[in-house]
């Protein structure tokens, strides 16, 4: 079974950087765009980052110039560096995996799967 498990959120001071992971566990076939969404609180999600599985990246224009987005292919992996962090950048985010390809048994499943969520706190 695929599952994606996020790390590295925290408590930083504004100004700090984060790093975050998302790992997604099983043998993968291929796996078209990795993103990164953030919910604050007492608003929606928003798509934060996304990279393609051609390598283009898209930013929201909040985050542009401060964070990036990368992967480790051979390892199933999507990263988030976060720098120059704002109060405003206080939220849960999550990754997701949109259209992993992948067997299940003799099954050829495509589905998309979301992390659980880290929360990242940026203190003033």
């Known amino acids: 079974q695929v599952q994606l498990v996020e790390s590295g959120g925290g408590l930083v001071q504004a100004g700090g950087s984060l790093r975050l992971s998302c790992a997604a566990s099983g043998m993968l076939l291929s796996i078209n765009a990795m993103e990164w969404y953030r919910q604050p609180p007492g608003k929606q999600r928003e798509l934060v980052a996304a990279l393609t599985s051609s390598g283009n990246t898209n930013y929201a224009n909040t985050v542009k110039g401060r964070f990036t987005i990368s992967r480790d292919t051979n390892n199933n992996t999507a990263y988030l560096q976060m720098n120059s962090l704002k109060p405003e950048d206080t939220a849960i985010y999550y990754c997701?995996?949109?259209?992993?390809?992948?067997?299940?048994?003799?099954?050829?499943?495509?589905?998309?799967?979301w992390g659980q969520g880290t929360q990242v706190t940026v203190s003033s």
């Open positions: 997701y995996f949109d259209r992993v390809r992948y067997y299940s048994g003799s099954l050829y499943v495509i589905k998309d799967f």
